[in-house]
């Protein structure tokens, strides 16, 4: 990637596109033709750029649009706008969204903790979306620092992360395809961790268990399997646990205790009321339908 500039505040970003500081906790920055690949360590960002490339590089796929790519990067991950024709870069400190509806909610954008080649991918009109937003937080900051700043702020960073919220939604319908592909590989990666008796220790695997197997992030593995099937990893892991139980009450030489240590249960009566809470049926019903 080649040298990461360090820097852990809105001022030094800034200096380091040749910004004046107009608000010590926010900045936006305009990175047209500028090859800089940084870390702000105290920062949150938010990138919109178009690349030759269509994005193609930040995970674009056949299925995605192209006209520009949004990346969303939490304190002290790198941010780079190398290669990028045009390039726009908000910045906030923790300490703007403090104490409002925003800094409450901001564990709700998952797509923060995703990885950079799991870019958001935007059509013109989504890019216009986004960037009036950006625009609305240079306006303010044209304006100056006063009571009403703080607010007014947030109120567009807020818009924008809930428009963004709105295209990864889309985006998610767009790649449905590609996500069956990828849902079929968690549910081998499931069912292999079932086979092998690794249930029995009580410990199921997650998201970021199986994430590096699978090439993608814990974030957005999660947020994939919300998006198409309704269920966070846990309940879909769950569900998987369910169905290898019900294949072995078919073996009527299993008890039901064997079968609860086999899942890893903490006793058979847990076993008994966990398998009725999801299907409906004592496990002994169940063998004799």
Known sequence: MGYITETSTVCGCNCLFGEETRHPLVGVVCADGQDKVFRCGDCYSVMMASFPDGGRHLGRMRCDFSYATMQFRR???????????KAAILLFHPDIISSTPLGLALG???????AGDEALHLS??????????????????????????KTLICNHIETLLNYSERFYARQFITRHDVNTALISRIDKAIDEYMAAGLAA?????T????????KVSAAYLDD??????GKHTADYVSLHRIKTAKTMLMDHGL???EISAALGFCSESCFNAFFKKITGHEPEEYRKT
């Open 124 to 149: 013109f009109h989504e890019a216009e979306t986004a960037q009036r937003c950006i625009d609305g937080v240079k306006s303010e900051l044209r304006h100056g620092v006063d009571k009403f700043s």
């Open 108 to 114: 709700r954008h998952t797509f923060f903790g995703y």
């Open 75 to 85: 304190p002290g991950k790198t941010v780079s706008t190398k290669n990028a024709d």
């Open 224 to 229: 994939l399997l919300r998006h198409e099937t």
């Open 201 to 205: 220790t009580g410990t199921m695997p």
């Open 255 to 257: 008890t039901t205790a």
């Open 207 to 214: 998201a970021q268990d199986m994430a590096p197997g699978l």
